[in-house]
């Protein structure tokens, strides 16, 4: 019971954490700080790449062990789940998220130690939310439906790599380390398409955008299409369990 709590909780942690430090982006866009907020949302989506070392091993455990595989896929569907309302979550307070954001940039200005301006801002009693710049609220209709779905296909391999290799390796036991390499297939298409489609297309709507409105509109589709990527992998992850386990 302890393997399970241990890949469900670092596997929710890692992603919410990525997901929460693309608010650093919107911070740097309301602040005239983008190349500052974009290195924010990467620091901490390589430091959130640290939980991979109790995640990894966790899951790997529970094939090792033969685990049953029903236990297995009821670990899978509670992390996509938390998953889906951690997405969510982050999508319906954006803007507090990116609050925060601009406390953390103005200490990172007096001490220039990004680990130390987080946990002051995350400890500190007293948030300062006077001068700060608010973004616009999410608004369905304003979506764009080809990044949300560009972004829906990419993160549904991203998010699933991992969990779809493990699954294949109670099948073909034994040959669970070669088949766990597929891992990599899955996670290199999502992270192809992200990196040489989605973060330059936030990037450079984040630069650019002169209309007011349109790279809010952009980072809510990008948010968006992963938050269904969670939820569409939840419910074919519940019909695995329920018609092949």
């Not at 304003?142 to 991203?158: C, D, E, G, P, T």
Request: one cysteine or more; proline letters at 1%; charged letters at 15%.
């Amino acid at each position: 019971m302890l393997i399970e709590i241990i890949a469900i909780i670092s596997f929710v942690l890692m992603h919410f954490i990525e997901i929460y430090s693309f608010s650093s982006r919107v911070a740097g866009k309301l602040t005239g700080n983008t190349a500052l907020g974009t290195t924010f949302h990467y620091s901490m989506h390589t430091g959130s790449r640290f939980l991979l070392i109790a995640f990894l091993p966790s899951l790997a455990f529970l094939v090792e062990s033969e685990a049953n595989i029903e236990n297995y896929l009821l670990v899978v569907l509670c992390a996509l789940f938390l998953c889906f309302l951690s997405c969510l979550f982050v999508i319906l307070r954006l803007n507090n998220a990116q609050l925060f954001f601009q406390n953390v940039f103005s200490l990172y200005a007096k001490s220039n130690i990004l680990l130390l301006s987080l946990l002051q801002v995350v400890f500190s009693k007293n948030k300062n939310h006077k001068n700060l710049k608010d973004m616009e609220k999410f608004q369905f209709d304003k979506l764009v439906k080809r990044k949300s779905l560009i972004a829906f296909i990419s993160y549904s391999f991203l998010n699933t790599g991992f969990f779809v290799a493990f699954l294949m390796s109670f099948y073909f036991y034994e040959y669970r380390l070669t088949v766990s390499q597929f891992s990599t297939m899955f996670h290199g298409f999502g992270a192809i398409v992200v990196a040489f489609y989605l973060d330059p297309m936030l990037s450079r709507s984040i630069d650019e955008s002169l209309v007011k409105g349109r790279w809010a509109n952009d980072m809510y589709s990008i948010l968006f299409g992963r938050m269904l990527s969670y939820l569409v992998s939840f419910i074919l992850f519940l019909a695995v369990y329920y018609f092949v386990a």
